[in-house]
């Protein structure tokens, strides 16, 4: 693929949660934020937390309610997910696909 077609590619899939392979073999998910003449900028996911992953934050977090409250109180949520971005030239590029967002 010529650099014109990556960069279209990157384009098509703005604001889309993609996997992308690099020539080195490298592999990144994320979403993609911006393309420009030379890179594209992924936000990345910095770990997926399932329930026992919340219980160091919330160490009395409980599925169900607890003593009439659902944990976390009213009030507090959960800690947000984080991302992180990250910057890949576009030449090396290797292959872009769309993943399934969960």
Excluded: W
């Excluded at 020539?23 to 393309?35: K, L, R």
């Excluded at 936000?43 to 409250?69: E, K, N, S, W």
């Excluded at 949520?77 to 992180?84: A, E």
Aim: aromatic share 16%.
């Amino acid at each position: 693929m010529n650099h014109q077609e990556v960069h279209a590619i990157c384009k098509k899939h703005m604001y889309r949660y993609v996997s992308v392979t690099m020539t080195s073999g490298a592999v990144y998910d994320g979403i993609v934020e911006d393309v420009d003449d030379d890179n594209v900028y992924l936000a990345v996911p910095i770990g997926g937390m399932d329930h026992d992953q919340m219980r160091a934050f919330l160490p009395y977090a409980h599925p169900y309610p607890y003593y009439g409250y659902p944990y976390p109180y009213p009030g507090y949520g959960y800690p947000r997910r984080r991302f992180v971005r990250q910057i890949l030239p576009l030449a090396g590029l290797l292959a872009l696909s769309l993943l399934p967002y969960y």
